[in-house]
C-alpha cells in the first residue's frame, strides 16, 4: 500500500498536517490489540485527541466521513468505526509543498520526456498520445501538494526492423511509462485514460504528440 502524504503548511479537516498525524496517532493507541472490527471510537475521545472544541469537531467529524477516514456506526454520531485510510494518515510522510514555480520546471520536463520517449523507447509497443495537467494545479494556490497528469496512449507504429522482446501488454507499458514520469518528482501522480476529455476537469494539455 501506497504511503500517504500530508503537506505541511496545509490544513486537512481543520489542522495542520503533523497535528493530523499526531491525532490519529493518539486515537489508534487507544485501540491496540483491538480486531478491526471492533476498533471503534466514540466522538468524545475524537475531540479529546484531536484537541478542537465540540462544535468544531462536528465539522470535522462529517469531513472524515465524507472523505472515508471514518465510518458513522451510531444514528446520532456518538460512534465510529476506523478505516484503512484513517489508518494511513497516522502513519503519513510530512513534505513541504511543491512551489509553482518548480512545478512549471517539471511539467516543462515532463513534456520533453514524453517527446523523447516516444523518439527512442522503441521497446515498448505503446507511445504517448497526450499528457494533461489536472488537480492542485489548476488551483490559485502558490504552493502544491502534488503534481497530478492524466496520460493517453496508442499503440506504437511498426518499425522496418522492431526491436526483439518489444513490451506487448498494455499494463506493462503503460507501468513503464508511469515510471518514467512517477521518477521525476515524489509529487507527480500518473493516471492513464483512453482519451484526453476522460482527464477530470479543469486540465491543461501540456503535450500532444502529433505524429
Same mark, same amino acid.
Request: net charge positive; proline share 5%.
Given at each position: 500500500?501506497?504511503?500517504?502524504?500530508?503537506?505541511?503548511r496545509r490544513?486537512?479537516?481543520?489542522?495542520?498536517?503533523?497535528?493530523?498525524?499526531?491525532?490519529?496517532?493518539?486515537?489508534?493507541?487507544?485501540?491496540?490489540?483491538?480486531?478491526p472490527?471492533?476498533?471503534?471510537?466514540?466522538?468524545?475521545?475524537?475531540?479529546?485527541?484531536?484537541?478542537?472544541?465540540?462544535?468544531a469537531?462536528?465539522?470535522?467529524?462529517?469531513? #472524515?466521513?465524507? $472523505?472515508?477516514? @471514518?465510518?458513522? /456506526? %451510531?444514528?446520532?454520531? =456518538?460512534?465510529y468505526?476506523?478505516t484503512?485510510?484513517? !489508518?494511513?494518515c497516522?502513519?503519513?510522510?510530512?513534505?513541504?509543498?511543491?512551489?509553482?514555480?518548480?512545478?512549471?520546471?517539471?511539467?516543462?520536463?515532463?513534456a520533453?520526456l514524453a517527446?523523447r520517449?516516444?523518439?527512442?523507447?522503441?521497446?515498448?509497443?505503446?507511445e504517448?498520445?497526450?499528457?494533461a495537467?489536472?488537480?492542485?494545479? #489548476?488551483?490559485? $494556490?502558490a504552493? @502544491?501538494?502534488? /503534481? %497530478?497528469?492524466?496520460v =493517453?496512449?496508442?499503440?506504437?507504429?511498426?518499425?522496418? !526492423?522492431?526491436?526483439?522482446?518489444?513490451?506487448?501488454?498494455?499494463?506493462?507499458g503503460?507501468?513503464?511509462?508511469?515510471?518514467?514520469?512517477?521518477?521525476?518528482?515524489?509529487?507527480?501522480?500518473?493516471?492513464?485514460?483512453?482519451?484526453?476529455?476522460?482527464?477530470p476537469?479543469?486540465?491543461?494539455?501540456?503535450?500532444?504528440?502529433?505524429?
Amino acid at each position: 500500500m501506497k504511503t500517504m502524504t500530508l503537506v505541511t503548511r496545509r490544513l486537512y479537516f481543520g489542522v495542520d498536517a503533523l497535528r493530523l498525524r499526531d491525532a490519529t496517532g493518539r486515537v489508534l493507541s487507544r485501540l491496540q490489540g483491538l480486531p478491526p472490527d471492533r476498533a471503534t471510537v466514540r466522538l468524545d475521545a475524537l475531540v479529546e485527541d484531536f484537541r478542537v472544541s465540540a462544535a468544531a469537531s462536528r465539522m470535522m467529524v462529517e469531513q #472524515m466521513v465524507k $472523505d472515508g477516514l @471514518l465510518e458513522r /456506526l %451510531s444514528p446520532r454520531g =456518538t460512534e465510529y468505526g476506523i478505516t484503512d485510510k484513517f !489508518r494511513q494518515c497516522a502513519e503519513a510522510r510530512l513534505v513541504e509543498p511543491l512551489p509553482r514555480t518548480r512545478a512549471q520546471m517539471l511539467l516543462a520536463h515532463i513534456a520533453d520526456l514524453a517527446e523523447r520517449f516516444n523518439r527512442s523507447a522503441s521497446y515498448n509497443k505503446y507511445e504517448i498520445e497526450a499528457i494533461a495537467v489536472f488537480g492542485d494545479y #489548476m488551483s490559485l $494556490d502558490a504552493d @502544491l501538494a502534488e /503534481l %497530478s497528469v492524466g496520460v =493517453t496512449g496508442r499503440r506504437r507504429p511498426p518499425g522496418e !526492423r522492431p526491436a526483439s522482446g518489444r513490451v506487448s501488454e498494455p499494463t506493462e507499458g503503460t507501468e513503464q511509462i508511469r515510471a518514467l514520469l512517477e521518477t521525476q518528482s515524489s509529487f507527480v501522480q500518473a493516471s492513464f485514460y483512453q482519451r484526453l476529455q476522460d482527464v477530470p476537469r479543469p486540465f491543461s494539455v501540456i503535450f500532444k504528440d502529433q505524429g
